[in-house]
């Protein structure tokens, strides 16, 4: 990742708008600290969620799930695992 402080990115603005085009990443810095990051859109829309809630996601998997193929995981994955008793005998 290249650096850049905020003093000489105004004279390499060029070469910055560059970089982001080649897709790479650019860190701002001031006084040898690190302020911020530069990403080119792609980038940045790439780290974007791609839903906006868990129940919106929930249907979107759903949609376009193999739902036949999820019940047979799920038979096989939990067969050995879950219990069919009631548990203790609870007396009151």
Do not use: W
């Not at 000489?8 to 560059?18: I, K, R, V």
């Not at 829309?45 to 949609?63: H, I, M, V, Y």
């Amino acid at each position: 990742m290249q650096q850049y402080s905020l003093e000489t990115m105004t004279a390499e603005l060029d070469l910055l708008f560059q970089r982001l085009q080649q897709l790479q990443t650019v860190e701002l810095v001031r006084h040898g600290e690190p302020i911020g990051i530069l990403l080119s859109t792609p980038e940045y829309q790439r780290l974007q969620p791609l839903t906006s809630s868990p129940a919106k996601a929930l249907r979107t998997f759903r949609a376009t799930a193999d739902q036949e193929a999820l019940q047979d995981l799920d038979t096989a994955m939990f067969s050995q695992e879950r219990h069919h008793d009631r548990g203790r005998e609870v007396v009151l």
